[in-house]
């Protein structure tokens, strides 16, 4: 193993990481303009760089909150741009990275992790889960017609480009986030979100929902074909409401659009109930499923006694070999949880947790799969019952 530090970067060395991890996706270096454009909006003091003669691995996070099962909210790190160089991987570098990392989160009372991962393999031995889950799905738009019991909605208004990005923050930040997993957007991340909207091809579009009592949802989306005359697709990038009227009215908008032959969009809540908007429920065909969060308790009790649960006490054993502090016995229950010496119900290590956390898993599937034991009769009924939740986790935000 080559020798190497780990230490917080420095203003002028923010660059240079964030062309590290672009090169390690693949990706272009960022021209003078493009940083010019993005680097204001790097968080301080939250990136991370490992050295040896030079920089061969970075990541980072940015200060958010997400809600918890319960409707509570929690501080959280929104960890992005990790990245080892090419020539230094698997020598320990992002080991040390996410040791430093998870170090400063405990300094700063940061009890909670979340990321997007470019791969699947990764982040389970650091503790992170997949969490929360999420559907794409694609609408023959010139077939799909309204069911006549939906939803009627309310006023559409239709924003351009630069209304969009004057009004992105206002529009989210009204909002509730009512699901498990929801983040709050840091201000750091909207310079990103202009970028690539100003960098598409076609004319980006926001239509905003007004109901009775305001602005109460909002869509954005491009259109775009290979050729004119082409099949044309509606792709929508973010679709966000606050009740059933402004999901359907939104939804009524989007097959009105003209000249559009289908419609897609991708990182959908597993049980957003769109195919039931349709007089075919076929009409919505799910295209795929794959993981939308990557989630880590950072301090296991205190995670643990944040949410609310329902149901029969559980004691749960809890292995964690990346943080050993989380390491033991954890008894759950309505009054919330508190470590305990009493016999364990269920048995699981971290990353198995944190996939149950946010009610996107129940205890007894994962049992099924291997990654949870049960030394009861009756303890994963139990569990299945204290972890689940209305409705599933989403994050809906990328970062």
């Keep these: 193993m080559s020798d190497f530090s780990v230490r917080l970067l420095r203003a002028d060395e923010e660059r240079a990481a964030t062309d590290l991890f672009r090169r390690a996706l693949h990706v272009k270096e960022l021209t003078d303009e493009e940083w010019s454009a993005i680097g204001p909006s790097i968080q301080p003091d939250r990136g991370f760089g490992a ?20 409707g509570g909210t929690t501080p959280l790190a929104a960890v992005s741009l990790v990245g080892v160089r090419a020539d230094r991987i698997r020598r320990g570098v992002l080991t040390a990275l996410m040791r430093a990392q998870f170090e400063d989160f405990a300094a700063r009372g940061v009890p909670a ?28 738009r010139r077939r799909a017609r309204f069911r006549p ?41 909207w310079p990103g979100y202009e970028r690539e909207v100003r960098r598409a091809t076609t004319p980006v579009t926001t239509a905003v929902h007004t109901g009775a009592d305001g602005a109460d949802g909002f869509v954005t989306y491009t259109v775009e074909r290979a050729h004119f005359g082409d099949p044309a697709r509606l792709k929508i990038h973010s679709f966000h409401y606050a009740n059933s009227d402004a999901f359907a009215g939104l939804w009524r908008y989007l097959l009105s659009v003209d000249l559009v032959d289908r419609i897609t969009a991708e990182k959908r809540p597993l049980d957003e109930p769109i195919e039931l908007l349709f007089t075919d429920p076929r009409d919505a065909a799910v ?6 969060g990557w989630f880590r308790l950072v301090d296991v009790e205190t995670m643990l006694d944040a949410r609310t649960y329902r149901g029969e006490p559980v004691v749960i054993e809890v292995t964690d070999p990346f943080l050993e502090h989380n390491s033991g016995r954890y008894r759950l229950s309505e009054d919330g949880a508190a470590r305990t010496t009493d016999p364990a119900d269920l048995e699981l290590h971290a990353d198995t ?32 019952q204290l972890f689940g939740t209305r409705v599933n986790p989403w994050c809906g935000t990328f970062f």
């Design 353 to 384: 947790l944190s996939m149950v956390y946010l009610g996107g898993w129940r205890p007894s599937d994962l049992a099924f799969a291997g990654r949870v034991r049960a030394t009861g009769e009756t303890a994963l009924e139990r569990a299945d």
């Design 113 to 140: 992790a979340m990321l997007h991962a470019s791969e699947g393999a990764i982040y389970g031995r650091f503790g992170y889960g997949v969490a929360v889950r999420a559907k794409s799905i694609e609408i023959d």
């Design 51 to 70: 050295f040896d003669s030079e920089l061969i691995g970075t990541l980072r996070s940015f200060d958010s909150e997400v809600t918890l099962p319960g």
């Design 287 to 292: 295209t795929k499923v794959q993981d939308e």
């Design 149 to 189: 019991d939906a939803p009627a909605g309310g006023q559409i208004s239709v924003l351009d480009l630069e209304s969009t990005i004057e009004r992105w923050p206002s529009l989210f930040d009204a909002l509730p986030r009512t699901r498990p997993g929801m983040i709050a957007r840091s201000p750091n991340l």
